[in-house]
């Protein structure tokens, strides 16, 4: 039995397909101009729609339709009222199409739920998906701190923190911006920041588990400005980010004390996070998982599809 899995996220083409036990995810990253911050959302959607069907072929070399028994989507960013973002139109209305074709289920997730069943399966932690943890979704767009639950099949996620303006990953590329680096600057900017020992870092004022990244961003302009040293401004912005992501979780673990703290999204796949010595458990997404992807989405629905009798 297999499941495929959709995702069109505003800066990245996925489409996947999970057996349970040896996923297939095929992706590709939208083009960007140099020097600009991301696409419009019409830009985004009509790229996806241009890419879909080049990374439908990719995948369905190596499947057999007929072993297709279901089909899941991401249909919004997050799983709350309100939560829309047009570029998920693309995978979603290809989804639907595919599925009542090939006469099967289509279920529908959001992009944060993929985002961290991707992040459990890749880790080895699939017992955490029945069990209630702690879960970061650091990405380009968002960065929150959620309680995430179990419940009847489903994946909850409760907001507990994370930042109240601008998201990590929009500092990271607002850095790599500053440096002339490639959008998304994630990688490039990891690179650089290894290239220097430096342990300085502006200290983000926490407010239980939610701060701000805003005043962050002038503190790292600043900084270039004085140092002129690339890479240190690149470790600068770094270590500043990951000390209010310990401190907001400190705070959060105050409250639901012994919970497994998950890192997921594109910015946990940073190696200066990973390689930090944090002070409680930590879960984090193989890298190649953190990134937006479809196999999150794949996994859910093929789970989804053999609790309802496959």
Same mark, same amino acid.
């Given at each position: 039995?297999?499941?495929?899995?959709?995702?069109?996220?505003?800066?990245?083409?996925?489409?996947?397909?999970?057996? #349970?036990?040896?996923? +297939?995810?095929?992706? /590709? @990253?939208? !083009?960007?101009?140099?020097?600009? %911050?991301? &696409?419009?959302?019409?830009?985004?959607?009509?790229?996806?729609?241009?890419?879909?069907?080049?990374?439908?072929?990719?995948?369905?070399?190596?499947?057999?339709?007929?072993?297709?028994?279901?089909?899941?989507?991401?249909?919004?960013?997050?799983?709350?009222?309100?939560?829309?973002?047009?570029?998920?139109?693309?995978?979603?209305?290809?989804?639907?199409?595919?599925?009542?074709?090939?006469?099967?289920?289509?279920?529908?997730?959001?992009?944060?739920?993929?985002?961290?069943?991707?992040?459990?399966?890749?880790?080895?932690?699939?017992?955490?998906?029945?069990?209630?943890?702690?879960?970061?979704?650091?990405?380009?767009?968002?960065?929150?701190?959620?309680?995430?639950?179990?419940?009847?099949?489903?994946?909850?996620?409760?907001?507990?923190? #994370?930042?109240?303006? +601008?998201?990590?990953? /929009? @500092?990271? !590329?607002?850095?790599?911006?500053? %440096?002339? &680096?490639?959008?998304?600057?994630?990688?490039?900017?990891?690179?650089?920041?290894?290239?220097?020992?430096?342990?300085?870092?502006?200290?983000?004022?926490?407010?239980?588990?939610?701060?701000?990244?805003?005043?962050?961003?002038?503190?790292?302009?600043?900084?270039?400005?004085?140092?002129?040293?690339?890479?240190?401004?690149?470790?600068?912005?770094?270590?500043?980010?990951?000390?209010?992501?310990?401190?907001?979780?400190?705070?959060?673990?105050?409250?639901?004390?012994?919970?497994?703290?998950?890192?997921?999204?594109?910015?946990?796949?940073?190696?200066?996070?990973?390689?930090?010595?944090?002070?409680?458990?930590?879960?984090?997404?193989?890298?190649?998982?953190?990134?937006?992807?479809?196999?999150?989405?794949?996994?859910?629905?093929?789970?989804?599809?053999?609790?309802?009798?496959?």
């Amino acid at each position: 039995m297999i499941a495929l899995g959709f995702d069109t996220s505003n800066y990245t083409t996925s489409i996947a397909a999970h057996d #349970g036990a040896a996923p +297939i995810n095929c992706s /590709q @990253l939208l !083009d960007v101009q140099p020097g600009q %911050l991301g &696409l419009r959302q019409s830009d985004a959607l009509f790229a996806h729609i241009k890419r879909l069907p080049a990374l439908a072929d990719r995948l369905f070399a190596h499947l057999d339709t007929g072993d297709i028994a279901a089909i899941g989507v991401s249909t919004r960013p997050r799983a709350v009222e309100g939560s829309y973002m047009p570029c998920f139109l693309a995978g979603s209305s290809q989804a639907a199409v595919l599925a009542r074709a090939l006469g099967v289920p289509l279920y529908e997730f959001s992009h944060q739920q993929g985002h961290i069943a991707a992040a459990l399966w890749s880790a080895g932690r699939m017992d955490l998906l029945y069990q209630r943890h702690l879960a970061w979704h650091l990405s380009g767009g968002t960065t929150e701190l959620l309680l995430v639950e179990n419940q009847a099949g489903a994946l909850t996620a409760q907001k507990l923190g #994370g930042t109240t303006d +601008i998201s990590a990953g /929009q @500092l990271i !590329d607002r850095t790599g911006k500053l %440096l002339s &680096l490639p959008f998304p600057a994630g990688k490039a900017l990891d690179k650089l920041a290894a290239e220097s020992d430096s342990r300085d870092a502006f200290r983000v004022r926490c407010h239980g588990a939610e701060f701000s990244l805003s005043g962050v961003e002038n503190q790292v302009q600043q900084y270039f400005a004085k140092t002129g040293d690339g890479p240190a401004t690149a470790r600068f912005a770094l270590r500043s980010i990951i000390g209010a992501i310990e401190r907001a979780t400190a705070a959060a673990l105050a409250e639901h004390p012994g919970l497994p703290v998950v890192f997921s999204g594109g910015v946990a796949s940073n190696s200066l996070l990973r390689g930090e010595t944090l002070p409680f458990a930590a879960v984090f997404a193989a890298p190649e998982y953190s990134t937006d992807n479809a196999m999150g989405i794949a996994l859910l629905a093929w789970l989804r599809r053999r609790s309802h009798g496959a």
